[in-house]
């Protein structure tokens, strides 16, 4: 039985509505160990029969077979399978590719194997010494001459212990010297047991094998032995076959990156502008957000909360009545320390100290939101005391207002009574202390208040509830949300978060609406970095046309060809994220730098989830971008590609 037999090979093109014939009825028989040379003028169907021999060109009636089994029907994967342990190549045009060194062009065969990343060097140089080029393994292939590319080409179609070499015009762009040499090492290949088919016009090339096959007029018209095959060995292949692993694609695609740096470089600086002004825009939202809460927070404790009904209108404000039941439910919650009665005065009152009169500019009852530190002479209120600000402190005394500490005044509260009648409560109060705020509360007593109102025959109970909240301030929001699910005592009203607290989730929702937008707008540049790197992409795929159809003819799948652009997309994305995350902070130093000198506040915040967002979306960005043109990568016929200029 023949190692390789075609039986009946035809094949035609179809130009013009007319079909050109280039095999008619090709019938040849192959042993291992044999150098057979086809032979005939360019144009002569050569070239079709070797890609119908390698299992590039599946389009042909008649069938091949290997060691008496068809290949004809075999799917594209059983096709790349028999191209990585069955078939070597030798290009007349080297098809080396140009930003692999030399040992890693050898080693490109060599990834598809069982052997290890340093079994797969040592076999590389071992190929590569007996080529003569052990001293330039680390050189890139412009840096040889015509015929030592071509012996690198000779060592990679080795490198796998292929049983089969084909050869496309391998002397076709040599010197004489260099033809010679070539042929002498095609020779010691069929000496190994090997089947070599060089296909030439050559004479020279022709007469140096054991066969001679001559192709004319789509048929054979000349078969000739010139000498007996040479005997085969009986070693088997020292290791397997496999697909090229997903490590070595990245590799390959990270030897790419590198090898095109500067250009990658601007490439990664256009990707780099999107990312970097979403990772700013989150930064700024970042540090707007701080610096609020940073000014209200100064003024009051943030993790005391002031908390309510909702009332129907400001007329029904002052009818809130919280009880025990809405206490105990709030207390429950998880970080909740305590809870305080408290009620806030909305119909006004005054002060009087001597003959000066002045309006309040608001009381409530003293909780935890007033921080004692900015009690800046005296201390909290207790029973019959009153915690005033400086500015109605410097209404009794314009110089020295913060000796109104210990004085004592008149203080009037507007009320109602059960009938909705005015009333003013009147009591004297001692100023326990003063605040530095020029137009903060005022603030008194629970018990205080309380007995003001009971006094005069008006029923008083809490309007609102001072929530003491335990640990950060990141546990505040949560206990809000919390509060905000549950309902008051009558089952109907719903409870609301007052004071500074609401005030600054009020701001917070504003300003992360305001960064939304701004992102939003920053994020139409990521739409031009991704059609930037689509059309980058394609262009790659159009100037490695011929390295595609390398890569396929040595044995890479589909999957292959269209991971290698999807790791480099991958790169793109993570460098450019980088390189924008390294702009970003940068940013962030100098306008940091600008703004606490002003305000004394850092502005922008980048956080490291910002960071890692850049680089997630930009990845995924690029990973989309990429998928249409590797998946054109992926289709490129190998047949058409090789061909190409």
Known sequence: MPYLQLKDIKKSYRVDNQDFHVLNGINLSFERGEFVSILGESGGGKTTLMNIIAGLDSNYSGDVLLEGKSLKHDTAKQLDEYRRSTIGFIFQSFNLISHLT??????????????????????????????????????????????????????????????????????????????????????????????????????????????????????IDEDKELKPPYPIPKEKRPFKSKVASAGSIAMMAWQHFRYNLKRNLLIMFGAAIGIFSVVIMLGLGNG?????????????????????????????????????????????????????????????????????????????????????????????????????????????????????????????????????????????????????????????????????????????????????????????????????????SDGKSDFQITGAGSIVSTLNTYVNLAVAVLTSIAAISLLVSAIMIIVVLYISVSERTKEIGVLRALGFTKRNVRNLFIFEAFFLGLFSAILADILAYLAEFGINHLTNSTIHYSLMQISPGNAIFGIVISVVICLLAALAPAHKAAKVDPVVSLSAE
């Open 102 to 219: 030399v040992r890693d062009n050898v080693m490109v065969s060599l990834e598809m194997t069982t052997l290890s990343h340093k079994q797969q060097e040592k076999r590389a140089d071992e190929l590569l010494t007996k080529a003569g080029l052990a001293d330039h393994a680390n050189k890139y292939p412009n840096q040889l001459s015509g015929g030592q590319k071509q012996r690198v080409s000779i060592a990679r179609a080795l490198a796998a212990d292929p049983d089969i070499i084909i050869a496309d015009e391998p002397t076709g762009a040599l010197d004489a010297k260099n033809t010679d040499d070539i042929l002498k090492l095609m020779n010691e290949i069929a000496e190994d047991g090997k089947l070599v088919i060089a296909v030439t016009h050559s004479q020279i090339v022709a007469n140096y094998g054991t066969r001679i096959v001559h192709l004319a007029d789509s048929l």
């Open 288 to 488: 707007a957000k701080g610096y609020i809460n940073h000014e209200i927070y100064s003024e009051i404790n943030p993790n005391t909360i002031q908390v309510t009904t909702k009332a129907a209108n400001d007329d029904q404000a002052n009818k809130v009545n919280l009880t025990s039941h809405d206490e105990k439910q709030i207390k429950k919650i998880k970080h909740v320390k305590s809870v305080q009665k408290g009620y806030y005065s909305m119909s006004g009152g005054q002060l009087k100290a001597g003959n000066k009169t002045t309006d309040l500019s608001g009381l409530q009852t003293y909780d935890g939101t007033i921080k004692k530190k900015n009690i800046k002479s005296g201390t909290t209120p207790g029973k019959g005391e009153i915690l005033i600000n400086k500015d109605e402190a410097m209404k009794f005394n314009k110089h020295h207002p913060y000796d109104m500490t210990g004085k004592t005044i008149t203080l009037y509260v507007n009320a109602s009574s059960d009938k909705s009648k005015p009333k003013v409560l009147q009591q004297q109060v001692k100023v326990s202390g003063v605040t530095n705020s020029t137009h903060g509360v005022d603030a008194i007593s629970y018990d205080t208040l309380k007995s003001m109102y009971q006094n005069n025959g008006l029923k008083f109970s809490p309007n609102y509830l001072a929530v003491d909240i335990s640990g950060g301030v990141s546990n505040v929001q949560p206990v809000q949300d919390a509060i905000k699910s549950l309902k008051s």
